[in-house]
């Protein structure tokens, strides 16, 4: 089968022959339906040696929907059958420690002896006609979703809806929660802010086309990146500033117009990866606001975004692409030319 392989550090992934997996105990083999193409592979591959705990080489792809191909011996379970859509839950932990049992596998207190992050990250992942998931616990039902343009469900979705739901308490009717970095990622945090709470939603970009996708997301008002942003957040919100701010990208730039754009006791949220520093001390944040760098989500969160999407109250933005064009589509998405989420499909 065709799969797309990290094969070295600081180098594209090669799309390569591979031999179909076979499931061994307790495992599933998924045929995959489509496998989203996450800002995060692009770090992965940018990255040196040594960054990430995982040895080479392996398949990418840590956003993967698909179909029950077959259950490895024991791994039959009750609401599981070949042929099922499900969506594959990313990190893998141990499945039992305190942090797992209550399906936080996101935080697995036994990651560093793992070594792998999960499918696409460490382990073999979705970019491929198959994958092995190492346990019916990791799938989740997708009922009469298409499964390609589900994919991003698993993590554009899942990450957003983890940190979103944190300051749920807080985005009461009147306030305001900002979004920086409409892509992926944050054109499903517009849409997940939307269906769960009454704040009037700030999406910050600077690219217009993907504000446009952001209003059609939903967005209440679109701002332009930069110098002004913090500025215009804070007339749109009378001066106060944002409840929530949910930076998708992580950069200086977007960290200091997040401490600017905060109102106090605010949430300063940030998923994006690309190594800014936001200083804390006296006088660079609002009072009493709480900076949080969550990752991921959890199994239960999973279902719950599945469930959302299943009212049709949350949608991925998807553009499909054959897998043997990853390394094209991961050019457009470096050059900023992917609207919502890119899904290679086999
Ligand atoms: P993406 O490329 O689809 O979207 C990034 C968006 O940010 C684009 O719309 C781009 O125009 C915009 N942008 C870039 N620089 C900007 C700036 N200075 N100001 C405003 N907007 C800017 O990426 P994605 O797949 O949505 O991922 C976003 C980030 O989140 C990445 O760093 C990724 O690694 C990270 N991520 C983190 C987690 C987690 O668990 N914490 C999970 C998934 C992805
Ligand atoms: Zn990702
Ligand atoms: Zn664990």
Same mark, same amino acid.
């Given at each position: 089968? *065709?799969?797309?392989?990290? *094969?070295?550090?600081?180098?594209?992934?090669?799309? !390569?022959?591979?031999?179909?997996? @076979?499931?061994?105990?307790?495992?599933?083999?998924?045929?995959?339906?489509?496998?989203?193409?996450?800002?995060?592979?692009?770090?992965?591959?940018?990255?040196?040696?040594?960054?990430?705990?995982?040895?080479?080489?392996?398949?990418?792809?840590? @956003?993967?929907?698909?179909?029950?191909?077959?259950?490895?011996?024991?791994?039959?379970? /009750?609401?599981?059958? @070949?042929?099922?859509?499900?969506?594959?839950?990313?990190?893998?932990?141990?499945?039992?420690?305190?942090?797992?049992?209550?399906?936080?596998?996101?935080?697995?207190?036994?990651?560093?002896? =793992?070594?792998?992050?999960?499918?696409?990250?460490?382990?073999?992942?979705?970019?491929?006609?198959?994958?092995?998931?190492?346990?019916?616990?990791?799938?989740?039902?997708?009922?009469?979703?298409?499964?390609?343009? !589900?994919?991003?469900?698993?993590?554009?979705?899942?990450?957003?809806?983890?940190?979103?739901?944190?300051?749920?308490?807080?985005?009461? #009717?009147?306030?305001?929660?900002?979004?920086?970095?409409?892509?992926?990622?944050?054109?499903? +945090?517009?849409?997940?802010?939307? !269906?769960?709470?009454?704040?009037?939603?700030?999406?910050?970009?600077?690219?217009?086309?993907?504000?446009?996708?952001?209003?059609?997301?939903? /967005?209440?008002?679109?701002?332009?990146?930069?110098?002004?942003?913090?500025?215009? =957040?804070?007339?749109?919100?009378?001066?106060?500033?944002?409840?929530?701010?949910?930076?998708?990208?992580?950069?200086? #730039?977007?960290?200091?117009?997040? +401490?600017?754009?905060?109102?106090?006791?605010?949430?300063?949220?940030?998923?994006?990866?690309?190594?800014?520093?936001?200083?804390?001390?006296?006088?660079?944040?609002?009072?009493? !606001?709480?900076?949080?760098?969550?990752?991921?989500? *959890?199994?239960?969160?999973?279902?719950?975004?599945?469930?959302?999407?299943? *009212?049709?109250?949350?949608?991925?933005?998807?553009?499909?692409?054959?897998?043997?064009?990853?390394?094209?589509?991961?050019?457009?998405?470096?050059?900023?030319?992917?609207?919502?989420? /890119?899904?290679?499909?086999?």
């Amino acid at each position: 089968m *065709t799969a797309v392989r990290m *094969t070295a550090w600081q180098k594209s992934p090669e799309v !390569a022959r591979v031999p179909v997996p @076979e499931p061994g105990p307790g495992e599933v083999l998924i045929k995959v339906a489509g496998a989203g193409v996450c800002h995060s592979d692009l770090h992965v591959m940018e990255w040196p040696a040594g960054t990430l705990p995982y040895g080479l080489p392996f398949t990418l792809g840590h @956003e993967t929907a698909g179909w029950i191909h077959t259950l490895g011996p024991g791994a039959r379970t /009750a609401g599981l059958d @070949e042929g099922d859509a499900v969506l594959v839950y990313g990190p893998w932990g141990c499945g039992v420690c305190p942090s797992c049992a209550r399906g936080a596998e996101n935080y697995c207190r036994r990651a560093a002896e =793992i070594g792998a992050a999960g499918g696409g990250l460490g382990a073999d992942g979705g970019m491929a006609e198959y994958m092995i998931v190492p346990s019916p616990r990791l799938l989740t039902p997708l009922g009469d979703l298409d499964p390609r343009r !589900a994919a991003p469900l698993t993590d554009a979705a899942l990450t957003p809806y983890h940190a979103v739901k944190r300051s749920l308490h807080r985005l009461v #009717p009147g306030s305001t929660a900002v979004v920086i970095g409409v892509g992926g990622l944050g054109h499903m +945090a517009v849409q997940l802010l939307k !269906a769960l709470c009454a704040a009037e939603v700030v999406a910050v970009d600077l690219s217009a086309e993907k504000l446009d996708l952001a209003a059609g997301a939903g /967005a209440d008002h679109c701002v332009p990146a930069g110098e002004g942003a913090a500025e215009q =957040i804070r007339e749109l919100t009378g001066g106060l500033g944002a409840t929530l701010v949910l930076d998708c990208v992580g950069a200086d #730039p977007t960290l200091a117009t997040a +401490a600017a754009a905060a109102a106090p006791e605010s949430d300063i949220t940030v998923v994006g990866l690309a190594g800014g520093t936001l200083p804390v001390r006296y006088g660079t944040l609002p009072w009493e !606001a709480s900076v949080s760098i969550p990752y991921w989500g *959890t199994r239960p969160e999973l279902a719950e975004v599945v469930a959302l999407a299943r *009212t049709g109250r949350i949608r991925p933005h998807v553009e499909v692409f054959p897998l043997q064009e990853a390394n094209e589509v991961y050019q457009r998405l470096r050059d900023g030319l992917i609207a919502g989420r /890119a899904v290679l499909v086999p």
